[in-house]
């Protein structure tokens, strides 16, 4: 059974440029979320999806966008890049619903120069 | 703002001690714990979790101890091991699954020899 599984693992961008990151959810798994995890920190919620709608958001500016598609799988975009954007950024996916494990991918390594 | 922190960024501990690391929390409305484990250049790895109807639970060699009254939240490792080397995140969820969880800034367990 294949974990949460995100692609690619390491990039890099210029400012301004776009980015496109992808998810695949733990099989059976209809809820995907993305974190933004900065180095030495904690990770943040960017948002979440279920049933190919973003349910709730974080803290995060509209250059930070998604789509989940039927097959449940993700995508995270960002546009207009920033060097704050420098990041590990995480997929983690769950049953819709509080205390449903929350499994996370191993992330993708992104660098803005 | 309410959140979710960590007493202390570095624990040492010589293998085969029991660890024990501490994670405080401020949002009263949070019903929903869980203790990750994340190696470095790795994503987090669920390790143990707890309803905030429950005080106490155990794992393979690891309990997590929830103290309402005073919203702390502890994870205790047993019989440390050199693999036990890594960064401990405590996560809150207070939105019903659908907020995200919210992360703390880390321990980082240091075992010694």
């Known amino acids: 059974d294949a974990g949460v599984t995100q692609s690619p693992t390491h990039l890099i961008k210029t400012r301004g440029q776009q980015v496109t990151l992808r998810c695949s959810p733990k099989?059976?798994?209809?809820?995907v979320s993305w974190y933004q995890q900065a180095l030495g920190q904690g990770p943040q919620f960017i948002f979440q999806?279920?049933?190919?709608?973003?349910?709730q958001r974080g803290n995060f500016p509209d250059r930070f966008s998604g789509h989940q598609f039927p097959n449940y799988s993700s995508e995270l975009n960002v546009n207009a890049l920033l060097l704050g954007d420098s990041a590990l950024y995480l997929c983690?996916?769950?049953?819709?619903?509080?205390?449903?494990?929350?499994?996370f991918g191993e992330g993708s390594w992104l660098t803005v120069v | 703002g309410e959140n979710v922190g960590l007493h202390l960024p570095t624990l040492s501990v010589q293998e085969g001690d029991n660890s024990i690391i501490n994670c405080a929390y401020s949002?009263?409305?949070?019903?929903?714990f869980i203790w990750y484990k994340q190696e470095s250049g790795k994503g987090p790895q669920f390790i143990i979790d707890?309803?905030?109807?429950?005080d106490k639970r155990q794992g393979q060699r690891v309990t997590v101890l929830l103290n309402k009254t005073v919203k702390h939240l502890s994870l205790q490792i047993a019989a440390t091991q050199p693999g036990d080397s890594a960064v401990y995140f405590c996560?809150?969820?207070?939105?019903?699954?659908?907020?995200?969880?919210?992360f703390g800034k880390g321990t980082h367990l240091i075992i010694q020899p």
């Open positions: 983690a996916s769950s049953f819709l619903g509080v205390g449903n494990t929350i499994y």
């Open positions: 099989s059976g798994h209809d809820t």
């Open positions: 999806y279920y049933e190919e709608e973003e349910r």
């Open positions: 949002n009263s409305a949070s019903d929903y």
């Open positions: 707890i309803r905030s109807n429950m």
């Open positions: 996560a809150e969820d207070s939105g019903g699954g659908a907020d995200g969880l919210t």
